[in-house]
């Protein structure tokens, strides 16, 4: 999946919830990446990747560390990770 | 396959979708990428690979769902997902 | 081969001329992109590859489907999928 | 070997011209790709790989079949395909 | 992980200062990337590889060697060295 | 070895040309890439590759095939074929 | 390591530096790239790999030759050929 969250300058700092995210059950590895960093806010994309994630439970964790999952903005369901096929049109 | 689909923002979200659309006889692996959010609708290109899939059967999944089928933008079929190969003149 | 193909919006669908294609005696794999959308057509590429491909029949069954060949844009025969050198000047 | 090839629309047609130079001695591919179209003239460059090609015989082949070898852009002699490494300055 | 770190000209020098952090434990590479280079200071991005490294230790050492940590840019925690997704949209 | 060399048109041609050079002792592979054609001189680049290349011997052997060597812009000597860092600043 | 170095035109020249820095205790292959040429300066980027490369004596080689190390660009300390992450904001 990959998600765009926010989450305030240093609560939590970014190692701790890539920590955090990482252990919900069904994770394999987490990748949080700032895209943006205003005077109180960070913006960042997370992806995740895993064996049969606890949706559910990873937005509730990202939400329980106080950051904000704005929006779900690409998800892989199956046995691969299968990359999207860019649009040629 | 390569679809072009759009949905109501949560109706269903996007997790779901995936998950009902992997679901599908034939299905390997679906990819659901956001390209637009507009106030009311979410503008998606559905990406699914698979063995023998039931293309008539993965339309319906998708109108069933209340999403709705925009286009059908590359299909691949035989014993290899094959890249077009892009024209150079 | 690359080929430029145009057809009528659904007549066939692309799924359909697809596995049409596909079953073409020496074809491995067929993969049909759409490059454009106009009320009444469609422009598309048409990548195959094979073992032996039967050209003649391969673009008759393209104009017994109801599209039309525009142009062959590229071909390779022998050994290997030989991608064409880039010009450097 | 990379050549810059011209020929008239369909005589001799893409397909035609590659399987026969694909038949030169020591030939192993050949991919053909068209880079322009003229009302009269399609204008090609001609991709060839192989053990030992009898350049004389290939260039021979090209212009027996009624296309014009305009020029010889790259070529590669030795125990691998080697690619020619970029300019850095 | 991927730190923004800035740094006086040398001291530490690049390379004492890479050596130093590859010792942290946990650390199994480290690499440091000028960005910048000012009268004073030199601007660098240090990427950083391991199995569980101790980060408040790593940041730490930098503080200790007399760079300065400016931010964390991109964490991952788990079993792959997992790439952002980037976005579509 | 990555050579920039001149040559008049046909002067040596660049198949001959080729195969000449990778006669030259230590010598696996030489390309030879057409970057500019003027009426009477033809500008190419030349990529080498071998085992302990007799760098003056291959030099020479430009030369007294009738091209000229204006420089020499990209060397490696090692174990393996180092390809160089891009800077980032 | 990736330095920035210039030297004068041809003392010593690429090969014979390049040659002279392969034999560097430590170093395994060096990949000398010309990035511009002045009248009188030729300016170089020197990418350096090896295991425990003596980088004091390195940089004394250098100097040594003839040549100027102008800046470390880039260093990599561990078990691996360390890609930077590049920055995504």
Same mark, same amino acid.
């Given at each position: 999946?990959?998600?765009? #969250?926010?989450?305030?300058?240093? +609560?939590? *700092? &970014?190692?701790?919830? %890539?920590?955090?995210? %990482?252990? !919900?059950?069904?994770?394999? =590895?987490?990748?949080?990446?700032? &895209?943006?960093? *205003?005077?109180?806010? #960070?913006?960042? &994309?997370?992806?995740? !990747?895993?064996?049969?994630?606890? %949706? =559910? =439970?990873?937005? %509730? ?6 950051? !904000?999952?704005?929006? #779900?903005?690409? !998800? ?10 860019? +649009?040629? +049109?």
């Amino acid at each position: 999946m990959l998600l765009d #969250v926010d989450k305030v300058l240093d +609560r939590p *700092d &970014t190692v701790t919830l %890539a920590q955090d995210l %990482a252990s !919900v059950p069904g994770v394999s =590895a987490v990748n949080i990446t700032v &895209t943006e960093i *205003d005077i109180q806010t #960070v913006g960042t &994309t997370v992806t995740v !990747v895993g064996d049969d994630i606890d %949706a =559910a =439970a990873f937005f %509730a964790r990202i939400q329980k560390s106080g950051a !904000v999952l704005h929006s #779900v903005d690409e !998800v892989v369901v199956g046995d691969r990770i299968l990359e999207p096929v860019p +649009r040629r +049109r």
